[in-house]
T-cell receptor
Framework: GDSVTQMEGPVTLSEEAFLTINCTYT??????LFWYVQYPGEGLQLLLK?????DKGSNKGFEATYRKETTSFHLEKGSVQVSDSAVYFCALRDDNAGNMLTFGGGTRLMVKP | DSGVTQTPKHLITATGQRVTLRCSPRSGDLSVYWYQQSLDQGLQFLIQYYNGEERAKGNILERFSAQQFPDLHSELNLSSLELGDSALYFCASSPLSGGSDVGFGSGTRLTVV
């Protein structure tokens, strides 16, 4: 079945540091890929998405590129802020199998001032 | 605010009991999804309803059941509760069954003691 693997956290960075959270996936078809963010005490918010190979999703300074050849969708941000501290989830959706999402285990990011 | 409303926000109950979690989807959304977020299992898809009909089933225990009512709100029923059922239960909704963006509620935190 489909699966998503992302780097375990926590990831601790200083403000303005460069962020990379690795995500790789296994899917039988051609899934859409997503990054969700969960702030403390809140639900999941869609951060960005890409629906086909070589697409780049971007939002709030975060970006990720759909790499079919390496089955990856790594999340990057050039300069993190304290307010970026949250848990980040990589997910895929097999559009031929309904709308349910398969999530990675989540990566906690802690940004220190 | 995603527009998906979940009640209650917190629930504490004893082993062996039964609880009902409620979800009101975003206005206009026909599809409702339930996810469980636990420390050991991560975020897992439980079940999906579309316009009142069960559409897809994931890793949902037989002790758990769900339904979607004519007004499109949904309820997740958890019975014979065990300590391991303690988790955050998320509801999500989307306009269609496939290929559309999903909005998540803030979750119901269930604690079984």
């Amino acid at each position: 079945g489909d699966s998503v693997t992302q780097m375990e956290g926590p990831v601790t960075l200083s403000e303005e540091a460069f962020l990379t959270i690795n995500c790789t996936y296994t899917a039988t078809g051609y899934p859409s890929l997503f990054w969700y963010v969960q702030y403390p005490g809140e639900g999941l918010q869609l951060l960005l998405k890409a629906t086909k190979a070589d697409d780049k999703g971007s939002n709030k300074g975060f970006e990720a590129t759909y790499r079919k050849e390496t089955t990856s969708f790594h999340l990057e941000k050039g300069s993190v802020q304290v307010s970026d501290s949250a848990v980040y989830f990589c997910a895929l959706r097999d559009d031929n199998a309904g709308n349910m999402l398969t999530f990675g285990g989540g990566t906690r990011l802690m940004v220190k001032p | 605010d995603s527009g998906v409303t979940q009640t209650p926000k917190h629930l504490i109950t004893a082993t062996g009991q039964r609880v009902t979690l409620r979800c009101s989807p975003r206005s206009g959304d026909l599809s409702v999804y339930w996810y469980q977020q636990s420390l050991d299992q991560g975020l897992q898809f439980l079940i999906q309803y579309y316009n009142g009909e069960e559409r897809a089933k994931g890793n949902i225990l037989e002790r758990f059941s769900a339904q979607q009512f004519p007004d499109l709100h949904s309820e997740l029923n958890l019975s014979s509760l065990e300590l391991g059922d303690s988790a955050l239960y998320f509801c999500a909704s989307s306009p269609l069954s496939g290929g559309s963006d999903v909005g998540f509620g803030s979750g119901t935190r269930l604690t079984v003691v």
